[in-house]
């Protein structure tokens, strides 16, 4: 058994908004996806991470904002980084201390930043080499979504048989699209039913073998209008997919219901403005917030339309961003 020649690491990653969404797995264990996904990395959402390997520690250990977290959060903690160990062919357990940007549960996909951020930082501690397509591959198996915030910028990650070839790329780096997703809070309130609860339950919705067949269609149409910055093409895309998605959370058995009256309030509302002449559109995660895309230009006016809101609680401003990165660790949080 080798031992790690660095021990410890920090990295930070930022969380992702999917233009095109996974929804459902073809292998719920290896979290290999039905379907390929886009999406854009967000600056103001990140996660910072530190892995320290502890050879004389027993169990490992894991602080989320200064709270120390056991239970389920630490057992999925502990088999992302079991993986790990056995690729490094270690043993150490860890000590695993991470902050986030953002209120964590609330359709902010806190999950990709952290098994992002989580990845590059125990892989480097455990001395493996940096390989960013591998790296992503490993965060997928502990959050999906994860597997696209290790990239840069605008990403695709591939739906693949072999747990390998499930991995995301850049397609584009962070400046080529000055895009704003204005993230309206409208609860802090933890989801009841997670996403993974929700990828097990899509493929019972009798609508997602429909979904299935058109996607690729999708797929390709949006990379073609994200290619082109082309909003007016992109938007209607990204709307009609963050509909479908919720339409097949709400018509799995049992069905799953993540909007709020506010949710539905500023569905609308983007529509009203839209009408009034500001280019925006919006997205919806597993969960009750909902993203506005807009350009640079119309993102000041849009900001002060959604602070003026009484159901907004706070707006997070993002601009696209780079992925995962490891940090010193004096920069950690
Ligand atoms: O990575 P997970 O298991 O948290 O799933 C993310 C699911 C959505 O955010 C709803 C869609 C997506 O592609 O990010």
């Known amino acids: 058994m080798s031992e790690p020649t660095h021990l410890a690491a920090t990295a930070s990653a930022p969380s992702n908004i999917a233009f095109l969404k996974y929804w459902g797995n073809v292998n719920e264990g290896l979290r290999l996806p039905y379907n390929p996904s886009l999406s854009m990395n967000l600056d103001a959402a990140t996660t910072t991470t530190t892995v320290r390997f502890d050879p004389g520690l027993n169990v490992d250990s894991l602080s989320i904002d200064d709270e120390a977290r056991r239970g389920a959060a630490l057992t999925r903690v502990g088999q992302h980084l079991d993986h790990i160990r056995a690729r490094a062919d270690i043993s150490h357990r860890a000590h695993v201390r991470s902050h986030n940007t953002f209120p964590m549960g609330t359709g902010i996909a806190s999950s990709a930043s952290a098994f992002a951020a989580l990845t590059v930082a125990a892989t480097a501690a455990a001395g493996l080499p940096l390989d960013e397509k591998v790296q992503s591959a490993i965060a997928r198996r502990g959050s999906g979504s994860a597997a696209r915030s290790v990239p840069d910028g605008f990403v695709a990650w591939r739906a693949a048989a072999r747990s390998e070839d499930s991995f995301a790329e850049s397609i584009h ?161």
């Open 173 to 333: 780096p962070p400046d080529h699209w000055d895009l704003r997703d204005l993230v309206a809070v409208v609860s802090h309130a933890h989801k009841e039913v997670g996403s993974g609860g929700g990828h097990a339950l899509a493929a019972a919705s009798p609508f997602f073998a429909a979904r299935q067949r058109h996607l690729l269609g999708r797929y390709l149409a949006m990379r073609d209008a994200l290619a082109a910055r082309d909003l007016a093409a992109l938007g209607p895309l990204i709307e009609a997919e963050a509909l479908e998605l919720h339409a097949i959370a709400m018509t799995s058995r049992p069905p799953v219901l993540y909007w709020d009256g506010a949710t539905v309030a500023l569905l609308n509302a983007t529509r009203r403005w839209r009408d009034e002449g500001l280019a925006v559109y919006f997205t919806l995660d597993a969960g009750p917030n909902v993203h506005l895309l807009c350009e640079a230009h119309d993102a000041d006016d849009l900001e002060r339309a959604l602070q003026a809101r009484g159901d907004v609680e706070r707006v997070l401003h993002n601009r696209p961003a780079y992925g995962a990165r490891l940090v010193a660790p004096s920069a950690a949080a």
